[in-house]
């Protein structure tokens, strides 16, 4: 008859195998599952119906950063097993953007994303985000691109004011460098496509032979895979958190959400 010390070291193995199962198996269904359009759809939303919460994001994205002075320009959708909702905003006054975004399931049952992102870029590259997206990217940081996300902050004003204190900081004495509106498809394309070539120089992805997709190295699925396991999610939310709390109390702003 097993003894209790026996059981206990079955068990143990149980659990090492169950906890490395993700690692082993995860990356080989990331490699020859996933898969990224070279050439995105994005289209503009003319007078097609959205969903509900859809229009309750952009509505009440829209009316508070309106005394902001910052106007809706348009609205885009971009199609998927994951749909994505835009709506594109100029802030007339210091030549920045601003996105309300909403991703859903592909039956458009309910939202799974709310978010709003600010930009403001110059002349020398560089880009300043802000943004209250929820997860901590799995791809490679991009060059040039200084961002912060505050996921417990879900008023957009209070995203806003974040932002611009981000932009007094990491924009100091450079030139403010005009965001092109006039075709917000065609950027909203073109900003993928740096993304995804930005992965490819960084080893995550590669474009296939008839350049149509980009799709995952090994490396790639490796990291994307283990990036979102155990324990080492929760490491990188937690250093994540961190990092963005000593930001914000280097810019006086510790106090800017009692949830930060």
């Not at 090492?16 to 080989?28: D, I, K």
């Not at 600010?118 to 901590?136: C, E, I, K, W």
């Not at 490819?200 to 190295?217: H, I, M, N, Q, R």
Request: with cysteine.
């Amino acid at each position: 008859m097993a003894s209790i010390y026996d059981n206990l070291v079955y068990l143990g193995y149980c659990g090492v195998f169950v906890a490395t199962v993700p690692y082993l198996l995860g990356p080989v269904f990331i490699r020859f599952t996933q898969r990224r359009a070279a050439r995105p759809v994005v289209e503009v939303i003319e007078n097609e119906a959205t969903p509900e919460f859809v229009e309750a994001h952009f509505s009440r994205s829209e009316a508070a950063l309106a005394e902001m002075g910052i106007v809706p320009v348009g609205r885009l959708f971009v199609p998927g097993k994951l749909r994505s909702y835009l709506l594109v905003m100029e802030n007339t006054s210091v030549q920045g953007s601003a996105v309300a975004g909403v991703l859903s399931s592909d039956d458009d049952r309910n939202p799974k994303v709310e978010y709003v992102t600010f930009r403001n870029q110059f002349t020398d590259g560089t880009n300043v985000f802000t943004s209250n997206q929820p997860d901590v990217s799995i791809l490679a940081p991009m060059p040039n691109r200084v961002e912060l996300d505050v996921p417990e902050e879900q008023n957009p004003a209070a995203v806003y004011a974040i932002h611009v204190a981000m932009v007094e900081r990491f924009g100091k004495g450079k030139t403010p460098k005009p965001l092109d509106l006039q075709d917000i498809a065609a950027n909203s394309r073109k900003a993928s496509m740096e993304i995804m070539e930005e992965q490819v120089k960084a080893g995550l992805f590669y474009l296939s032979g008839d350049s149509l997709w980009y799709k995952p190295t090994w490396k790639g699925a490796c990291l994307m895979t283990w990036k979102l396991c155990w324990p080492i999610k929760h490491i990188r939310v937690w250093r994540a958190k961190k990092k963005r709390e000593e930001l914000l109390r280097s810019l006086n702003l510790a106090g800017q959400s009692a949830r930060v």
